[in-house]
């Protein structure tokens, strides 16, 4: 006799919506406020609700697996260069450009594939999510950018430096006795 109940269960879990940690339709709105909260002079910053919704965000980023290998003390450097960025640029979220339509904004329409002189590509943001995402992603790209290339050039002075005091080294490229104290 087959037990049934695990396949209407497995048909159950396949009508359920996975839920996203972050509803971008909410984050899209409160952005919106705010922003024009700003316009109107009402504030300067973002609120303390908007910034944790942004940490949340960059968290979830910065815990995937491109990332896994950072150590603790270089993704508090993400953590910190992406809060700068956020805070620059956080108003700068252009709603009418997002394609979800929550102001009655005409959105546009984009090119699509059959469109006339259009690359394929719609011309649209995703919303306040997708906004967010990106400004944690190329904080953190940049910033593995700027160490890498920090990297390379303390490597270069070191085989410059190797280079110009050989007498300095032996042939495993270890000191000799000239860097030790002297009795």
Do not use: P
């Given at each position: 006799m087959k037990d049934n109940s695990k396949s209407e269960?497995?048909?159950?879990?396949?009508?359920?919506?996975?839920?996203?940690?972050?509803?971008?339709?909410?984050?899209?709105?409160l952005l919106i406020k705010e922003i024009n909260d700003v316009k109107e002079k009402v504030k300067k910053t973002p609120s303390?609700?908007?910034t944790k919704k942004f940490l949340i965000i960059h968290k979830h980023i910065v815990s995937r697996s491109n990332f896994s290998g950072y150590?603790?003390?270089?993704?508090?450097?993400f953590?910190?260069?992406?809060?700068?960025?956020?805070?620059r640029n956080w108003y700068k979220f252009k709603p009418e450009k997002?394609?979800?339509n929550f102001n009655?904004?005409?959105t546009?329409?984009?090119?699509g594939s059959g469109g006339s002189g259009g690359s394929g590509i719609k011309n649209e943001l995703k919303g306040a999510f997708n906004f967010f995402s990106l400004i944690s992603?190329?904080?953190?790209?940049d910033e593995i950018k700027k160490l890498n290339k920090q990297k390379s050039n303390q490597e270069k002075f070191l085989d410059i430096y190797r280079e110009n005091n050989k007498s300095c080294f032996n042939q495993d490229n270890q000191e000799n006795n000239f860097f030790q104290e002297q009795p």
């Open positions: 269960n497995l048909g159950d879990l396949k009508k359920i919506k996975k839920n996203n940690y972050m509803d971008d339709e909410d984050l899209t709105k303390d609700d908007l150590s603790d003390d270089y993704k508090v450097e953590l910190s260069k992406a809060q700068m960025k956020f805070i997002s394609k979800h009655s904004v005409d546009g329409s984009g090119t992603w190329t904080s953190i790209t």
